[in-house]
């Protein structure tokens, strides 16, 4: 086994666990938002707990899978048009991860301060 063949398997295994933290994460998302749903006094809170909790693990999901992304194209593939689909790839995923992150706190990233500081 080459050195480019072992890195490839590497890749994959981050790219497995990428998708499975996607997969778990949801899966959880869904017991505890079924969980909260069936007791009364957390059912008002369970759609957006499970938005919140089902965008987070979309989005460390999407992190790992970055990682895949950026090592097969440094040391697997380095060539000027694998470069350019991983910088297409990192762009999508970074605007996804974004509009995911504004979804979760429900509010734009730089007017957080907003909703953590206390009225006077």
């Known amino acids: 086994m080459g050195f480019d063949e072992f890195i490839s398997d ?7 666990a990428g998708a499975a933290i996607m997969i778990i994460g949801g899966l959880g998302a869904l017991v505890i938002a079924a969980i909260a749903a069936a007791k009364p006094e957390t059912r008002g809170g369970a759609y957006t707990q ?30 000027l048009e694998s470069v350019a689909v991983l910088g297409l790839i990192v762009v999508i995923r970074i605007i996804l991860s974004f ?3 504004i979804e979760i706190d429900g509010t734009w990233p730089w007017s957080r301060w907003r909703r953590e500081t206390p009225d006077s």
């Open 10 to 16: 590497v890749v994959r295994v981050v790219e497995a």
């Open 50 to 79: 499970l938005r919140r909790n089902l965008g987070r693990a979309i989005l460390l999901g999407l992190e790992v899978l970055i990682i895949g992304d950026i090592v097969r194209t440094i040391i697997v593939d380095p060539t």
């Open 99 to 101: 509009s995911l992150e």
